[in-house]
């Protein structure tokens, strides 16, 4: 079994730059893929970023690409989003999940989720 604590999450103005956290704990993660996922309200949950097992290769969602950047520290055992120019249309829970998969982008492929984290984004 693997524990996922997302933190970093708060109220911020748009424009503005928030760090998520994402904190593994249980059987050894690191040869896992990490994924974020977002939950506007009335909306349907959605990808937002993934890295790989190894680091090597990152995806991102066309809405996000160039403002956000996925990262992980093996040594710490976290995965991180940093989110930059952040807008209103940001504002959701933000989820990170993880996958035995070398590389996925679906929500069907997660084996492990954490309990999301708010961003809101004020105009």
């Known amino acids: 079994q693997v524990q996922l604590v997302e933190s970093g999450g708060g109220l911020v103005q748009t424009g503005g730059s928030l760090r998520l956290s994402c904190a593994a704990s249980?059987?050894?993660?690191?040869?896992?893929?990490m994924d974020w996922f977002r939950q506007a309200p009335g909306e349907e949950r959605e990808f937002v970023a993934a890295?790989?097992?190894?680091?090597?290769?990152?995806r991102y969602a066309d809405s996000v690409k160039g403002r956000f950047t996925i990262s992980r520290d093996y040594a710490k055992n976290t995965v991180y989003l940093q989110m930059n120019g952040l807008k209103p249309e940001d504002t959701a829970v933000y989820y990170c999940?993880?996958?035995?998969?070398?590389?996925?982008?679906?929500?069907?492929?997660?084996?492990?989720w954490g309990k999301g984290t708010l961003v809101t984004v004020s105009s």
């Open positions: 999940a993880t996958t035995a998969q070398t590389f996925a982008t679906t929500e069907g492929a997660m084996d492990f």
């Open positions: 249980g059987r050894p993660f690191m040869p896992y893929a």
């Open positions: 890295v790989s097992r190894n680091g090597g290769t990152t």
